[in-house]
């Protein structure tokens, strides 16, 4: 994966009034992607660490190669396997960039993703698939130090 480099200074988060700039300059939103490929199993995931803290600001599924298991292929985000926190019920058998909807349950923790870092994306298929991919990208806000 490509590493980002900042030339120059970079202001982010809380200033003091008075600061040259503004006293919020606001945030940077950040991202990391995972992919995930068919294999023998019914069962796919990728595991991906944020800072502690950070607030998830959007879950991108993009289907590229869609599941052709027999039954169903769903993708969910979570804090583990199978995990619905973040995002459920996802279609991996239709190619292309789902939408997914979203509870206030799934928004809320969202918000602050306290200390549990790992967010999980599975593709769970009913029927063994011989092919499918998908891209996930999140997109969060790293809101405090991260020791």
């Known amino acids: 994966m490509a590493q980002t480099n900042f030339s120059g200074p970079l202001a982010s988060g809380d200033r003091p009034d008075g600061t040259p700039g503004g006293s919020n300059v606001g945030l940077a939103v950040l991202s990391q ?3 995930l490929n068919f294999d023998a199993t019914l069962v796919q995931n990728v595991t991906l660490q944020l800072p502690r ?3 998830i600001v959007q879950i991108i599924p993009d289907v590229l190669t869609a599941f052709n298991s027999a039954t169903s292929a769903t ?3 979570g804090t ?13 058998k ?3 960039r789902a939408a997914p909807t979203l509870t ?3 928004l809320a923790a969202m918000d ?13 298929s009913v029927g063994q698939p011989t092919a499918g991919q998908v891209r996930v990208t999140i997109l969060y806000v790293q809101t405090a130090a991260d020791d």
Do not use: H, K, M, W
């Not at 583990?80 to 991996?92: H, M, P, R």
């Open 33 to 35: 992607t995972a992919l």
């Open 53 to 55: 803290g950070s607030q």
């Open 75 to 77: 993708l969910t985000v």
């Open 80 to 92: 583990a396997s199978a995990g619905t926190q973040y995002v459920s019920g996802v279609n991996a």
């Open 94 to 96: 239709t190619a292309g």
């Open 104 to 106: 206030a349950a799934q």
């Open 112 to 124: 602050d993703i306290g200390t549990d870092r790992s967010v999980v994306t599975t593709v769970t």
